[in-house]
Nanobody, 118 residues
Framework: QVHLVESGGGLVQPGGSLRLSCAAS????????MTWYRQAPGKERELVAR????????NYAASVKGRFTISRDNAKNTVYLQMTALKPEDTAMYYC???????????WGPGTQVTVSS
């Protein structure tokens, strides 16, 4: 059974940093692309960052490029999102995601809340 569990969210002041983690299990982590999404109240869920199975390819939303870094540790089945220079508009629930082509199913974690406020 696929499980994705996010952690690391919290309340941070503008300009601060947080590192989110997503622990994965139930599938072959090292062969799958992993993605972070976020959803703010009243807004649609949006892609934040994506990393290929090997970590060689990374993509970011324009709004976070240069401030956020996605990485992964295939030995630990974990994907990370390092967030710096946080802004109030980064406030959202952050979700870890994997799409398994073998079963054509999109999996999501329960999310971790990030609040940027003074």
């Amino acid at each position: 059974q696929v499980h994705l569990v996010e952690s690391g969210g919290g309340l941070v002041q503008p300009g601060g940093s947080l590192r989110l983690s997503c622990a994965a299990s139930g599938f072959t982590f090292s062969t799958n692309t992993m993605t972070w999404y976020r959803q703010a109240p009243g807004k649609e869920r949006e892609l934040v960052a994506r990393i290929s199975s090997t970590g060689d390819s990374r993509n970011y939303a324009a709004s976070v490029k240069g401030r956020f870094t996605i990485s992964r540790d295939n030995a630990k089945n974990t994907v990370y999102l390092q967030m710096t220079a946080l802004k109030p508009e980064d406030t959202a629930m952050y979700y870890c995601n994997v799409f398994l082509y073998t079963v054509n199913i999109n999996y999501w974690g329960p999310g971790t809340q990030v609040t940027v406020s003074s």
